[in-house]
């Protein structure tokens, strides 16, 4: 059974960094394309960023240049490194595969305030 538990948001002032832990059970992030999503408050879930298996990254236009994504094999945990952030930021941040599957885990709320 597949696990995605997300941690490491919070509460933080626009131009403050975060990072994001995503650590998976059930699956190894060494074989899965991973990606973090977002759902701002009345919007949709949506798109941020990827991790291919051979490493490669993608990002949304949106983040491009603030945030990287990485994963760690050992720890089967893929991480969201959140730079510069903004008020648009805000949002419920979620792990999965690429393409993902049922298993959303429950998120870890961001929220970017002064």
């Known amino acids: 059974q597949v696990q995605l538990v997300e941690s490491g948001g919070g509460l933080v002032q626009p131009g403050g960094s975060l990072r994001l832990s995503c650590a998976a059970s059930g699956i190894s992030v060494r074989i899965y394309h991973m990606a973090w999503f977002r759902r701002a408050p009345g919007k949709q879930r949506e798109w941020v960023a990827t991790?291919?298996?051979?490493?490669?990254?993608n990002y949304s236009d949106s983040v491009k240049g603030r945030f990287t994504i990485s994963r760690d094999n050992a720890k089967n945990t893929v991480y969201l490194q959140m730079n510069s952030l903004k008020p648009e930021d805000t949002a419920v941040y979620y792990c999965?595969?690429?393409?993902?599957?049922?298993?959303w885990g429950q998120g870890t709320q961001v929220t970017v305030s002064s």
């Open positions: 991790i291919s298996v051979g490493s490669g990254t």
């Open positions: 999965n595969t690429l393409p993902t599957t049922g298993s």
